[in-house]
C-alpha cells in the first residue's frame, strides 16, 4: 500500500474510532487501533489539518476531539 494510502487509512480508522466518543487520548488510539506513534501522529495531523479534529497537550499525551461541526 502507497505511504499516503496508508496515512488516508489510518486517518479513516481514527476519525470512526472518535465516531461514539467525546474524546480520547493519544495512547488509547495507539492501542485500540494497534498502529505506531509515527504512523498515528501523521494521520492526526491530517485530520487537524482538515479542520475534523483538535488536539490539545494532556501531560505525556494528548486529547484528540471532534471539532463540534464535525460531530
Given at each position: 500500500m502507497p505511504f499516503r494510502e496508508n496515512i488516508e487509512n489510518i486517518s479513516a480508522r481514527i476519525y470512526e474510532f472518535l465516531k461514539d466518543k467525546q474524546e480520547a487520548?493519544?495512547?488509547?488510539?495507539?492501542?485500540?487501533?494497534?498502529i505506531s506513534s509515527s504512523t498515528?501522529?501523521?494521520?492526526?495531523?491530517?485530520?487537524?489539518?482538515?479542520?475534523?479534529?483538535?488536539?490539545?497537550?494532556?501531560?505525556?499525551n494528548y486529547k484528540?476531539?471532534?471539532t463540534p461541526q464535525q460531530n
Open positions: 487520548t493519544s495512547w488509547q488510539i495507539k492501542l485500540s487501533l494497534n498515528m501522529y501523521l494521520a492526526l495531523g491530517s485530520l487537524m489539518q482538515s479542520g475534523k479534529i483538535t488536539i490539545e497537550p494532556d501531560g505525556i484528540i476531539a471532534k
